[in-house]
């Protein structure tokens, strides 16, 4: 009886043991598992509790141990320099309106340069997008309302860079080739509004340029570029101008300013082979371009203009060889100079060098023989041109008093062709005479 009683207790705490590990199994599962849903229900990630029993540190925490005295120093100072700078623009950005506010009193008064001045103040304070690009758009108003095209050109063209999404480009692009052609027709900006004769420099060049870059194929693209060649070149720079014409003649084909494009580029040429050209480079250029004009355009009023600038091209390139031609014939090299000479003879016959070329080519050539010097040789591009006089009409004519020997103050008497007598005349030759005065 008492053994069956032991078995019956030891069996009974078995299961009590049984039972309590099975329950602290089912326990620690289902805190592991109630773990991760809390973390997500809170967007945190929690840490696995250490095994000594202390609690888990935070990222922050960790970071922060991992950071130097120095780091978080420098940390610390970048937040609070952070903070400065946003409080900073926030004082400029008020200050900014305020100032905008009052270019717009100054603008409706009429004083449209103090106006633009405010404005480009307010635009400089604040650091917000939108109110940089309307203060630069008032600021142009106002120059234009001032004629100060130059600095309303300076607004337009930091807009565009600046705040392309904000304007009109369209607008904003025409407006630029309108001022460049107000300082083609001479617009100058006044410098100092107490000293309005002294103006500011002109700045075609500079507003066409931009002009162009913007809009490179606008309405009036093709004109501009036709001005600025011609400027290029009387500014001596003529790779410039003949970069300009060349634009012109590729973006505008078959328009006026490609046909006045062929004549500059041809002009270009022309005067870069005059002031010298050693390997003929430009007098071909010149050739080849005078030659495409006159083939394209037979009955065009130029055409007088074109021959007489390719007989002056067949000069220059003449006397190219026949100098050449003698520098040869110096140094003995008579075959050379004999190539040169045949080339005088056979494509400038008609040219001053012609006859000194044949009779120094009859001199190294023993069988050639020169034609007479007398030989007529016709210019192609020469022009008679009728010259008839004024006819002679019979109208009355007065002496000016500067123009009567120093007898300032007389009577002036009215003339006519047949009268031999003037003003000139002394008194007592006059004084038999029935005229009176």
């Not at 009779?359 to 020469?382: F, G, N, Q, V, W």
């Not at 009409?393 to 009268?419: Q, T, V, Y």
Request: hydrophobic share 35%; net charge negative.
């Amino acid at each position: 009886m008492a053994l069956v009683s032991v078995r019956h207790v030891v069996t009974v705490c078995l299961a009590a043991v049984l039972s309590l590990g099975t329950f602290l199994a089912y326990a620690q599962e289902t805190e592991e598992n109630a773990a991760p849903a809390s973390a997500s229900e809170s967007g945190e990630t929690s840490a696995a509790a250490p095994e000594d029993g202390t609690e888990p540190a935070s990222e922050d925490a960790a970071d922060t141990s991992e950071m130097t005295a120095d780091e978080i120093r420098d940390a610390e100072f970048e937040a609070k320099k952070a903070e400065e700078n946003a409080s900073l623009r926030a004082k400029n950005d008020a200050a900014a309106l305020d100032v905008f506010q009052k270019g717009l009193d100054l603008e409706r008064e009429g004083n449209f340069r103090k106006a633009a001045k405010r404005y480009l103040d307010a635009e400089l304070l604040t650091s917000d997008k939108i109110v940089k690009a309307n203060a630069l758009t008032n600021a142009a108003r106002a120059y234009r309302q001032a004629e100060l095209y130059g600095r309303e050109f300076d607004c337009i063209e930091r807009l565009i860079k600046e705040h392309m999404s904000r304007i009109d480009f369209a607008k904003a692009v025409n407006r630029e080739y309108e001022i460049a052609d107000a300082f083609y027709k001479g617009h100058r900006d006044a410098m100092f509004e107490w000293l309005p004769f002294i103006k500011d420099s002109d700045r075609f060049l500079e507003c066409s340029e931009a002009a162009l870059n913007n809009a490179p194929c606008a309405d009036s693209a093709a004109e501009v570029r036709l001005r600025l060649a011609g400027m290029y070149l009387d500014n001596q720079m003529p790779d410039q101008s003949i970069e300009k014409y060349k634009e012109v003649l590729r973006l505008h084909p078959g328009t006026d300013s490609a046909y006045y494009a062929e004549l500059g580029l041809a002009d270009v040429y022309c005067q870069l082979a005059s002031r010298g050209d050693g390997d003929g480079h430009w007098a071909n250029l010149a050739i080849e371009q005078l030659d495409h004009f006159t083939e394209a355009n037979p009955e065009a009023p130029e055409i007088q203009w074109v021959k007489e600038q390719r007989v002056a091209i067949d000069k220059i390139q003449a006397k190219r060889l026949h100098e050449l031609a003698k520098y040869h014939h110096r140094n003995g090299r008579d075959d050379l100079a004999e190539r040169y000479l045949n080339q005088v003879v056979q494509r400038y016959g008609e040219t001053e060098h012609a006859i000194p070329s044949e009779k120094l080519l009859a001199k190294i050539d023993e069988t050639y023989e020169a034609p007479p010097a007398s030989m007529p040789r016709k210019d192609p591009a020469h022009y008679d041109f009728v010259r008839n006089p004024i006819p002679l009409e019979d109208s009355d004519l007065l002496i000016a008093p500067e123009s009567s020997d120093g007898k300032w103050l007389l009577p002036i008497r009215d003339l006519k062709k047949d009268n031999r007598a003037d003003s000139r005349e002394s008194y007592e030759e006059r004084a038999g005479s029935d005229e009176t005065y």
